[in-house]
């Protein structure tokens, strides 16, 4: 497993761990205010984000019918496979980095808001890979029917940088983990594409004799 610590590295990725040490606390303690604070803990929130995916899923599934039963279960899927390889993969075999509220060198400077501090690797961050894997997957096969379903992209910037904010990731942790989470989704929307087509998403219209 790879240790990720800017004092255990000299060179170029010292330099961007530096980099990422002056972003964390520039977004953690110089940008903030009391209305971000309780948005970004909102927003981190699985009150939040779980009614819209469940909606997703009801209203794709009722309009388009079978087809749409595809469709969500390839949703479910982007989700599964982003979890496993951020969580899984990365954050238990690969790479080790202490979280910036956990790390004893820092942890004293930390503005620390959430409600805990999580003892597993900081990176990735699967907040971050998740929720853009699923913006990329729906963006992807949901664009032909509106423009707005570009919003999507915001939803998961804001769950990505609140990670931040609140004190439990660096910014290189929601970095790499929405780069990597934008393959998953980008990859799947494009087998889904390849399998069904844009048509698949059509509703369903009754025809009368």
């Known amino acids: 497993m790879i240790l990720l610590d800017s004092g255990a590295h000299p060179g170029l990725l010292h330099s ?94 930390v503005r620390f808001i959430a409600n805990y501090c999580p003892t597993s690797s900081s990176f ?11 913006a990329f997957f729906i963006y992807r096969t949901l664009r032909h029917t509106s423009r707005w379903w570009s919003l999507v992209f915001v939803w998961a910037f804001l769950i990505a940088y609140a990670q931040v904010y609140v004190g439990v990731h660096f910014p290189l942790d929601v970095t790499c983990g929405a780069l990597i989470g934008s393959i998953i989704g980008w990859q799947l929307s494009r087998l889904f594409r390849f399998q069904f087509g844009t048509l698949l998403l059509q509703p369903h219209i009754p025809h009368h004799a």
């Open 124 to 134: 990735t961050s699967s907040h971050a890979c998740n929720h853009f894997a699923l």
């Open 16 to 109: 961007i761990l530096q980099g990422d040490y002056w972003l964390f606390f520039s977004i953690n303690q110089a940008w903030t205010s009391p209305f971000l604070d309780g948005l970004f803990l909102f927003m981190r929130e699985s009150e939040l984000w779980v009614p819209f995916y469940l909606f997703l899923l009801v209203f794709i599934t009722l309009n388009f019918r079978k087809k749409g039963w595809w469709w969500a279960a390839y949703l479910i899927m982007t989700a599964i496979i982003g979890d496993l390889i951020s969580s899984k993969l990365i954050k238990d075999t690969l790479v080790m980095r202490t979280r910036p509220c956990g790390d004893p060198l820092i942890a004293d400077s």
